[in-house]
C-alpha cells in the first residue's frame, strides 16, 4: 500500500478531480478519531463518544479539507489568486495553499478579533491581510462584491468545491467506525461545514439529500452508488449564544463571543443547514460563552485534547444534550473538533491564570510544593 498523500488521492472517485489535474495537497486529512472514554464514562448513559480532531490538519483546522479542493480547481481555471472573508482559520488555509500553489492570496479579516495563531499563519504564509473595521459579515458582503474584480477565486465556503472536500470528514469517520454514527455535533458559523458532513454521511449511505451541498452536486456525489453503511446519524449544529443565528430564525446584526472563529451573523450556508438538520431529524441550541470555555477547559484536563474554544461547543452541547435525554442512551456520538487549542494561546493561558507557581529556583522549595498537591 502506498503511503497516504491527502484527502484527494484517497477519496479521488468521489471528488471532482480529472485525471492529470494539478493537485494542490498538503497532505490534509486522515485526522484521528479520538475516543473521550473518560467523558463518556462521567456523562453515563452507555454512550460512546468519538471526537474527529480536525485541529491535526497541517493548518490546524478543518478548513483544509475544503482549501485543497478549492485552490486545486482555482489552478485548475488559471486563477492567478485567492480571496477570503475570514474569522481566522480560512484565512490561514487559504493563505497556506496559495504558498503550495505559487499563487497570491488576500484575506479580510475583522479587526482585533482574530486569534493570534491564525494571523501569524496567514501572515508568514504571505497573503495579502486586510483587516476591516467590521465583522466577518461585512468581509463576506466586500468578498462577495470582488467576484468580478479580476482572476481571483472566492476560496470561502459558498465556493462549491469547499464543501466537496470538507465531506470527506464525514466518509472517514464511517470508515473508522465501520458504521455511521448515531448523532453527529458539530460547531456552527457559516454552516458550511454541517453542510458538507451531511452531504458526507449522504453519499455514503446512498441517499440523495433533499439540498445537495451543490447545484451540480449529481455530477459528483456517487448518490446512486451501493451505500457504504446503512444509515446517517442525526446531525446536532451548536451556536454560541451570543451568535446563533439558527437559533433567533434569522440574522444576527452584531455577533459577539469569545469563540471568535463562530463570530458569525449571517450564514452564507442556511438553507443548506437546515436541510441537514430537518433531513436527519435534528436540532440546533445554543451555549454560552461561560459553557464554551469551561467545555475547552474540560477537554483539555480530563481527555489532553487541546481545541480552539468554537471548537469546544460541539462537546459542550453533547454533554448537555446526553444529560438532558436528547442523545439516546446506548448511543455512537461524533463530535468535530474544528481547530486546534494553539490557535489561540491568549484564551487558554487568560482562563487558566493562577495555575503557574511562581518558586525561588531551590530544589527544597521546588519540592515542597509538588508534594503538597500529591
Ligand atoms: N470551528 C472553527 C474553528 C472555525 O474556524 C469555523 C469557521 C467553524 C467552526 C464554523 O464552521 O463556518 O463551516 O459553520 N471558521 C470560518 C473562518 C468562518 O473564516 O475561519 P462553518
Known sequence: MSHYLGLIERYRDRLPVTPGMRIISLVEGDTPLVPLDNLARAAGHDVKIYAKFEGLNPTGSFKDRGMTMAVTQAVHEGTQAVICASTGNTSASAAAYAARAGIRSFVLIPDGKIALG?????????????????????????????????????????????LQGQKTAAFEIVDALGRAPDYHCIPVGNAGNISAYWTGFSEYAGVRPATAACAWCDDVC?????????????????????????????PVADPETVATAIRIGNPQSWDLAWAAVRESGGWFAELTDEEILATQKLLAEREGVFCEPASAISVGGMLRDIEAGRIKSGSVITCTLTGHGLKDPDTAIRQSQGQVLQIRAESDLVKRAILDRL
Do not use: H, T, W
Open 222 to 250: 456517487r448518490f446512486e452508488r451501493p451505500a457504504v453503511c446503512a444509515s446517517r446519524p442525526v446531525m446536532v449544529g451548536y451556536q454560541a449564544a451570543g451568535a446563533a443565528p439558527f437559533l433567533r430564525g434569522g
Open 118 to 162: 491564525k494571523l501569524a499563519q496567514a501572515m508568514i504564509q504571505g497573503a495579502v491581510v486586510i483587516q476591516i473595521q467590521g465583522n466577518f459579515d461585512d468581509g463576506m458582503r466586500i468578498v462577495k462584491d470582488m467576484a468580478d474584480a479580476g482572476p481571483l477565486a472566492i476560496v470561502n465556503s459558498i465556493n462549491p468545491y469547499r
